[in-house]
């Protein structure tokens, strides 16, 4: 058991001075979905709370709309 992870642990390095491009985006591709994980519980435990929902539309004045003047054209 113990000589399949000594061969990974060799290929890996191999592969790290070999093809350092392709070792690194593997080694940050397969962070991204672990890091989805585990970061929101962590971040809840710290007290984080999510901030207020940005508003979707500009609340209206309640009084009548006044109506320009001096913009016309003639």
């Known amino acids: 058991m113990a000589g399949i992870f000594r061969n990974t642990y060799s ?3 191999h592969q790290a ?20 994980i585990t970061v929101p ?3 809840k435990s710290f007290g984080w709370k999510p901030s207020e929902k940005i508003p979707t539309s500009y609340p209206l004045p309640n009084r009548p709309r006044q109506l320009t003047v001096g913009y016309e054209d003639s």
């Open 11 to 13: 290929t890996l390095r």
């Open 17 to 36: 001075h070999e093809n350092p491009t392709i070792f690194w985006s593997l080694l940050i591709g397969f962070a991204g979905p672990v890091m989805a």
């Open 41 to 43: 519980p962590i971040r």
